[in-house]
Nanobody
Framework: VQLQASGGGLVQAGGSLRLSCVASGRIFSDYVIGWFRQAPGKGREFAAAVSRSGGYTVYGDSVKGRFTIFRDHAKNTAYLQMNNLEPEDTAVYYC?????????????????WGRGTQVTVSS
């Protein structure tokens, strides 16, 4: 499956952004979709993931309560709605796909990655 992430940009602290991840090439509902992020000088961090059906979600502690992940099977697209953004959320955000029944939270469980989209939050 090929993934294309978009929707990043520059926003002030407290603002919102919605990232999109469009999938192509394979059956979208066969894959768990996850979002990871990587800030300058830091390792890749798990942000959120949604099950194949869309009925279950998992969030990293740093985004819980502020971010929402969901998917639209008709559009082969997964989204990450980010609210109440903080400067610490500044990073390159990547979407990824995992061929898994469970919802993994480690990046080595994901086999397909899209190109990242930059999110910058100013204070």
């Amino acid at each position: 499956v090929q993934l294309q992430a978009s929707g990043g940009g520059l926003v002030q602290a407290g603002g919102s952004l919605r990232l999109s991840c469009v999938a192509s090439g394979r059956i979208f509902s066969d894959y768990v979709i996850g979002w990871f992020r990587q800030a300058p000088g830091k390792g890749r961090e798990f942000a959120a993931a949604v099950s194949r059906s869309g009925g279950y979600t998992v969030y990293g502690d740093s985004v819980k309560g502020r971010f929402t992940i969901f998917r639209d099977h008709a559009k082969n697209t997964a989204y990450l709605q980010m609210n109440n953004l903080e400067p610490e959320d500044t990073a390159v955000y990547y979407c990824a796909a995992a061929d898994s029944i469970l919802i993994p939270t480690t990046d080595n469980a994901y086999h397909s990655w899209g190109r990242g989209t930059q999110v910058t939050v100013s204070s």
